[in-house]
């Protein structure tokens, strides 16, 4: 299936994988919105992305915000979401201070943000359309002090069959990723993040992180497949047979 002319909204497309994900977009011949939180960094990555890129303000944890910018894309043919909330997963923490009350803001981009997004997308996208939703490999590798972000993350997979099912013949499906080399690890000191890197993906068959340009390969396939919905791809270096 052709990406030429089509068009494809991507959530969380203003940086990293859902960036990389616009630039391969792009270069298939697609049409390309990005959407994101922050006006700055919408307009910066559409003018970076060029004349058949343009961008959206979007906040996903208000449904108002959400039906009002859907309804100014207008129609599309695939949806990408790649967003994520980085400050409400705060690393490990003993389950007895886990603050249940506060806990839910971790759902609150990845998932509830997700669902909010497809709820009022689907309805304007043709039953060729793609939607192509983001977790990650803790879901298969929990971490000790880190079952919530788990929780999470597996809770992502499962809203992928489940709307597979319930909005077919539409397709919908997930991307896994491992560990990806973002723009997030820039705040880290190169030799500390050389060593994280190092011990991260040591086991790993491809023993080193992913760019964002391998991992948006995977989103690319998910819309092209017309025959594939329902499933998680990972793409995570062989993470997940060590």
Known sequence: MSLSGKRIVIVGGSSGIGYAVAEAALAAGAEVVVASSQRERVEAAAARLGERASGVTMDVRSEPDVAQAVEGIGALDHLVFTAGDWGAIRGAQALADLDIAAASAVFAVRFW????????????????????????????????????????????????????????????????????????????PEERRAEQFKTMTGRQPLARPGEPAEVAEAYLYLMRGGYTTGQVLHVDGGMSIV
């Not at 079952?147 to 809770?155: D, E, I």
């Not at 013949?169 to 820039?186: E, F, M, S, Y």
């Open 113 to 188: 943000g997700a669902l909010t997004v497809v709820k009022h997308a689907h309805k304007l996208m043709p039953p060729q359309g793609s939607i192509t939703l983001t977790d990650g490999m803790v879901a298969h590798r929990p971490r000790r002090g880190g079952p919530l972000s788990s929780g999470m993350a597996g809770a992502v997979e499962h809203l992928a069959q489940g709307l597979a099912v319930d909005l077919a013949p539409i397709r919908v499906n997930a991307v896994c990723p491992g560990l990806v080399r973002t723009a997030i690890w820039d705040g880290v």
